[in-house]
């Protein structure tokens, strides 16, 4: 495909760098010089220089033969406007980014005016992450698929000791558990295991099951399961501003911190069963006094990643939070996981994950559609689902006698609403939806998995 990817700040080069890997045609726009050296220097992509509000460097990028027109500038106003030109000069599908929450209210009204294909907010998706984790605490990391009815959710096995040493064939056994363990990130290494597969000391471990499934597997463990009743957010932009709105519609009691009185202010009214604290985070005295020890979750969003995980850091010792972590930064991600923050959540990745999905599925062949797609472990593992659209080869099929590629694992179906976690005599129908769990990287339709 050809794609045109307007600001190259670190969702754009993300994008870039992404998407090149994949093969498709990528050509960057923005107008500063050293922010598409930089891209054109290290990814397989071409590049402009210049205004993307403007048609001749649109045309100059070759916006009629583009398929896909993506603009991830720091202004909506810019964004929408962009992808308003792509759409009705360049006949392509257009992808914008858009943040500020006024325009959000009315983003149906919007994309339709506009002719925009779909948008994606950063800090509202991100702001649903963590929500999601501070619901169910064990957890690391959750994603969802299926429509929220199946979700791979990670941890670490020291949080669960009664584990250690078993072999993933006893787990289903012993425990009567209905979950599936998909990969395995053990020291560098990432695993996707089959039965024989021996569980040991410091491993994180990815899951697949329902809900219900995955709540009662953790009490079995002896896993934190229950949501939080309170929170600490340290942050007052719109990551903040959406998390403690999902929070306290669903009862969490919510302290908000922040440093700027003009924007202390403005959360007091949007906010106004929030307390909304002015002070400086940094400041170990005062983040003690506002309830730090006793809190049942502590997040940290500012706009500086050393600063995140410092509080991060500080947090976890001086408390039995869950805690949370808000990193923008990508280049330094497997070194985190070596500290201990907590759950950190990337909401670049977020962002590149949608519309790379996004972008696959336009791709997809006959036969089966891509729905939901996550990297996982670091993105090194990639889960993806599809909806099986017509018979073929593999349909009615016993999995067990299905060819598949090495590092690959069918491991959930969705049949009407049914959650089945598979065993090797279940079969594939029209209709069903597949997660797929992978080392490979790039797929966009399910035959690519089958030999």
């Known amino acids: 495909m050809k794609i045109i990817i307007l600001g190259c700040g670190k969702v754009g080069t993300a994008l870039a760098g992404r998407l090149s890997e994949e093969n498709h045609s990528i050509t960057v726009i923005d107008n500063r010089s050293e922010k598409v050296d930089y891209c054109t220097e290290k990814f397989d992509v071409m590049g402009i220089v210049g205004n993307g509000s403007s048609i001749s460097v649109l045309n100059e990028a070759g916006l009629n033969e583009a398929d896909v027109f993506i603009s991830v500038t720091g202004t909506d106003e810019v964004n929408l406007l962009c992808c308003m030109f792509a759409k009705k000069a360049g006949k392509c599908r257009a992808i914008a980014r858009v943040r500020n929450p006024e325009y959000f209210k009315e983003m149906d009204f919007i ?66 558990e209905n979950i599936l363990i998909c990969c395995v990130q053990r020291g560098q290494s990432v695993i996707i295991p089959d039965g024989d597969f021996v569980l040991h000391r410091n491993d994180i471990i990815s899951f697949i099951s329902t809900p219900e499934s995955a709540t009662h597997f953790f009490k079995t463990i002896g896993v934190e399961t229950k949501p939080v009743r309170n929170s600490l957010i340290v942050g007052g932009g719109r990551i903040g501003y959406y998390l403690a709105h999902s929070l306290i519609e669903s009862g969490v009691d919510v302290r ?26 940094t400041d170990r005295e005062f983040l003690i006094q506002e309830g730090l ?23 976890s010792q001086h408390s039995r939070a869950k805690v949370v972590t808000k990193v923008n930064r990508l280049e ?9 923050i907590g759950s950190t959540v990337f909401p670049k990745h977020i962002t590149s994950d949608f519309i790379i999905q996004y972008v696959r599925a336009l791709e997809t062949k006959a036969g089966s559609t891509l729905k939901t797609m996550y990297r996982i472990l670091d993105d090194r593992v990639e889960a993806l689902e599809f909806t099986i659209t017509k018979d073929s080869a593999f349909t009615g ?44 990287h790039g797929h966009e339709d399910f035959r690519d998995f089958v030999r």
Not at 118 to 136: S, W
Not at 293 to 315: C, P, Q, R, W
Not at 332 to 340: E, P
Not at 409 to 433: E, F, M, Q, W, Y
């Open 397 to 440: 099929v016993p999995l067990h006698e299905l060819m598949l590629k090495p590092n690959t694992l069918i491991a959930c179906i969705n049949r009407g609403g049914k959650i089945i976690i598979p065993r090797g005599s279940d079969t594939i129908k029209v209709g069903d939806s597949v997660i797929v769990v992978t080392l490979e």
């Open 332 to 340: 330094f991600d497997d070194i985190l996981q070596n500290l201990d």
């Open 293 to 315: 020890e006793l809190t049942d979750s502590f997040v940290s969003l500012t706009g500086l990643d050393e600063e995140n995980i410092m509080l991060g850091l500080f947090a």
């Open 256 to 281: 908000l911190i922040d440093i700027d009185k003009k924007k202390c202010n403005e959360l007091s009214v949007s906010l106004p069963k929030a307390t909304i604290l002015k002070g400086d985070a």
């Open 111 to 176: 994309q339709e005016q506009l002719g925009i294909t779909t948008t994606i907010n950063p800090e509202m998706a991100t702001a649903r992450e963590i929500y999601q984790l501070l619901m169910f605490p064990g957890a690391l990391k959750i994603d969802s698929f299926a429509e929220g009815k199946a979700r791979i959710i990670k941890f670490q096995l020291d949080e669960a000791p009664i584990l250690r040493g078993t072999c993933l064939r006893d787990i289903a056994l012993r425990l009567k």
